[in-house]
């Protein structure tokens, strides 16, 4: 979906607070400047909470929640930028395989507009389940 008006750099600015207890965490992030050049869109709020916890061996069980409240409105059509308002969710299962290799199973989903969140003709909303093999250096 084109921007009104179209952008080449999705940039913004935001300050964020991380508070983390031991398999608990929360994010907030707030946007001093227009969020990812959406116009009149300052402040605008992304919190996510997530939450890890070891169930046997190497294997660790998360979850994660996450929502997007956008303010104010596009100033071409009128229409509250509201409406890219989305929640997100992710479940991960993952296991340790030593010497800072892992192995995740991860499911994502949101309530996102598949007409709104699409990158490069490539839907970004809904659910999205895959595997990754990650190396820590």
């Known amino acids: 979906v084109q921007q009104s008006p179209p952008v080449d750099q999705p940039n913004a600015t935001e300050a964020y607070a991380y508070l983390a207890w031991k398999g608990l965490s929360a994010q907030l992030n707030y946007a001093v400047t227009n969020y990812v050049s959406t116009p009149d869109s300052k402040g605008t709020m992304y919190l996510s909470v997530a939450a890890s916890e070891p ?17 104010g409105h596009d100033p071409v059509s009128g229409q509250p930028n509201s409406r890219f308002d989305v929640t997100d969710y992710k479940l991960t299962l993952a296991c340790d395989l030593g010497s800072g290799i892992s192995l995740t199973l991860a499911h994502t989903w949101t309530n996102g507009d598949p007409n709104i969140y699409v990158i490069n003709g490539y839907p970004i909303g809904g659910h999205h389940t895959w595997l990754s093999l990650e190396k820590d250096f």
């Open 55 to 71: 169930i046997g061996g190497a294997w660790t069980l998360g979850a994660g929640l996450g929502h997007a409240r956008h303010t």
